[in-house]
């Protein structure tokens, strides 16, 4: 079976969420939804050295997410209808017809990339722009993003990072996300209780 | 990260059907205890719609939380390995031997001492809690660390054990039957374990969410009052048992149980709203 996935190249990102604002914009989401979400995390302090001058060790860096389609899915493994399942091309997607939408598939993924759209009565993510992906064209965040940050296609064939291991992300031993991510020098590990999210709103 | 109120839809279900299924143990204790007459049992089968209604009303908030209602048969697909399907079927089970047992009673087909009734409602009485258990094991998922845990569990077993024990008492003083003697010990352990069980285990989960820590923070953040959540359940627990100690001493205690019943489903709510509120993530 072929795997598809995300590649990201955290030394690029700039944060300028056109991959998000595109996404937003071709799925037709409203202001409350997104599948992509760009995570901005700072760090450090500022401290004074005993000669008066002040020194610094803070940081900012990017992670730009969406659904990561799982090896280990935890969404899926919770979803009491199978409406959400893995694809034959790996992708991890929503039928529709079958989705219930009680949200467990929101609350079990560690990623949070499904979300419940009450108004269209079911659960919404990422599906890799199944429609573009099926006209032989790419995902529109990775056509979009100006930096070229982002990959997509047959995971064996993209650039190898490291399997998305940095904070604010989970352990990737747990749910094996398709999401390989070339970290910049300030990329704190997954679980670092040293950094924070800086853009709760935008993000929560 | 939310306060616990945008699942206001499931902590009702959690609350209001547990408590009216753990009722029927209740039921079950006064009819085994073989000295109803025919018409009291017909005055205590027509108190018993107060459990079923709390059970329907329960169901229907359940299935108002759905987005799709409509779709909601497919949730049988994942009976075995879905924790969510699983938790419905014994549900779906659970409401079906209850409504079975009570259109036989109000139709007159069970006799007060018939071997009928009385298996009917010991079967009813150990799906309460079969119920009671798999509405926690929903909440035993590995992605969402605080819920995680088999507090999660027993503490639905505690509030359904409570509330069962108050409701369980107002019925029978409904139907005009007292609570003297075993019926009244029985109650009066049943509330009293509920209470003990439902607090420790609430208490322990509270405790062991201070030390989960994701990408927001300390699981606590999300709802810093979550102590008075739980000093409000304890309240509202005390002055159930209480009037449960108290019914077993005096008749016309409908009024009191009723207040009683009120406050513990307030209480339990209250507790269910902060276990919601301290759902936290792996990471994000």
Known sequence: MTQYGFYYDATRCTGCHTCEAACRDYHGLSLKMAFRRVYEVEGGLWSQASDGTWITDSYAYYTSISCQHCDNPACTQVCPTGAMHKGENGIVSVEEKRCIGCGYCALACPYKAPRVDREVGHSVKCDGCASRMAAGELPICVEACSMRCIEFGSIDELPRGTRAAVAPLPDPSVTQPNLYINECAAAQPFGSLDCRIANAAEVD | ????????????????????????????????????????????????????????????????????????????????????????????????????????????????????????????????????????????????PTWNNPLSVIQLVGYSLLGGAVCGALACAIARIDLFGVLGVITCCMGSAGLVVGAVSFGGFIAACGGVHNSWGCALDAVPNIWLSFAAFVAAGLVGTGVLFAARKRSNMTVALTVALVLVIVGVFIARIGFYGLYAGLAL
Request: neutral net charge; charged residues 10%; hydrophobic residues 60%.
């Open chain 2, 1 to 144: 990260m939310g306060n616990g109120f945008e699942h206001t839809a499931l902590a009702v279900f959690t609350t209001l059907a547990p408590l009216g299924a753990a009722t029927f143990v209740v039921l079950a204790a006064a009819f085994w205890k073989g000295d109803l007459t025919e018409d009291m049992a017909r005055r205590l089968d027509k108190a018993t719609a107060l459990p079923v209604a709390l059970v329907l009303v329960g169901f229907v908030a359940a299935f108002f939380h759905l987005a799709a209602p409509q779709n909601a048969v497919g949730v049988f697909a994942g009976v075995g390995c879905s924790p969510l399907s699983n938790e419905v079927l014994a549900g779906i089970v659970f409401v079906a031997i209850m409504l079975i047992y009570w259109v036989s009673a109000l139709a007159g087909k069970l006799e007060a001492r018939s071997g009928v009734r009385h298996g009917l409602l010991a079967v009813i009485s150990v799906l309460a809690v079969v119920f009671a258990v798999f509405c926690g094991f929903a909440y035993l998922t590995p992605t969402i």
